[in-house]
């Protein structure tokens, strides 16, 4: 029997890794390359002895639970035993580091040789879809510095070449961040079907829709913020992920390290 081994790093805590892995399984899963048979929507019911469903077919057993370091099942022939399946089994260890987490996984029990890239494949979709977690609490991050009127946040965090274009205006780092001295406070923002659209690797769309009120305007107003990131610079091998703000490419962190440009856009 052969073993199969795939690592991949995110920059999420180890709890919240092990729960996206888990619990959000059926969002980054390629169901058409299944654990076993034709494949299918894939779910993992929490705690040891929870079952794997794949396609509405029980096909593994959770054996380990460790919410944070490790998780491990065992799986089989749909309508297998225990026993079928005992030398079939998955391990996952999420390793704390300091940009995130690494994921570790190992996969026993191969009577023959892994697929090309099978799990290569399937923790690079875990790996975007951890990422979305980053972006949107960045976007969080941003609203919650705009509703203060936190204009230190945006001198520490927007890239030198980030954009801001709204309808007839384009403002520069600089220049926006003057115009929200004069801006009025905001009284609401609320976002929502918050949405991202990989463009392979180094780029990303993100688009949601908001309803804000500011003191000057207290009739309520629904806008439409789509933000372009272009990861650039990326011959620098200690730059960690990007995040963004709903607005503009954010700095990496350490805020020294610069690494692209953002540019966002508004529909009223």
Known sequence: MTEAHAIVEVELDPATAFDVFTREIAAWWRADR?????GGELSIEPGVGGRLTEGGREV?????????PRLAFSYGPPGGTLGDRTEVEVEVRFEATDAGTRVVLRHGGWTV????????SQLAGFARHSLEHVLLARIGEFLDALGAGDLDFFERNLTDSALLIFPGYLYTKTTGIESMRDHPPYLKYDMADPRIVHLG????VITHRATVMHTENVAAQSIVVTTVLAKQGLDLPELPGLGTAAGAQLRPEPAELVGGQGVQHVDR
């Open 201 to 204: 690797d180094s780029t990303a």
């Open 113 to 120: 040789p892994e697929p090309q890239g099978y799990w290569s």
């Open 34 to 38: 299944g654990l076993w048979g034709a």
């Open 60 to 68: 593994g057993t959770v054996s380990v639970w460790e919410r944070g």
